[in-house]
């Protein structure tokens, strides 16, 4: 039996639910969210950028020109390449900060 995992969109007021094995961006399409924008699907082009609050995840590998080490550890993280192991807190569009 496959996990379920709750992902919370903070500040858009929106949850959907995200399979065990499955990325972030896939489970905000099979729930028609909108706002998380959709580019290569591989890492390299950053459109889908978001920061984790909080929760548990696994990564895979994406651009560092898109996120680089130290956004790793801060959360700062591409939806296409998160697959999440708890439930997860997020911030779209990822807010500005001066060392990004």
Do not use: W
């Not at 399979?19 to 969210?33: D, F, K, L, P």
């Not at 956004?71 to 390449?81: F, P």
Request: glycine letters at 10%; aromatic letters at 4%.
């Amino acid at each position: 039996m496959s996990n379920l995992y709750n992902i919370e969109m903070i500040g858009l007021e929106k949850t959907f639910v995200c399979r065990s094995g499955e990325t972030i961006m896939v489970a905000a399409e099979r729930h028609n969210i909108l706002q998380l924008k959709v580019g290569c699907r591989g890492g390299g082009c950053g459109v889908c950028k978001i920061k984790i609050i909080s929760g548990s995840y696994e990564m895979g590998r994406m651009s560092k020109a898109h996120c680089n080490e130290q956004q790793k550890t801060e959360g700062i993280v591409l939806a296409c390449r998160v697959k999440p192991t708890s439930d997860i807190q997020l911030v779209f569009p990822v807010p500005v900060h001066p060392s990004l």
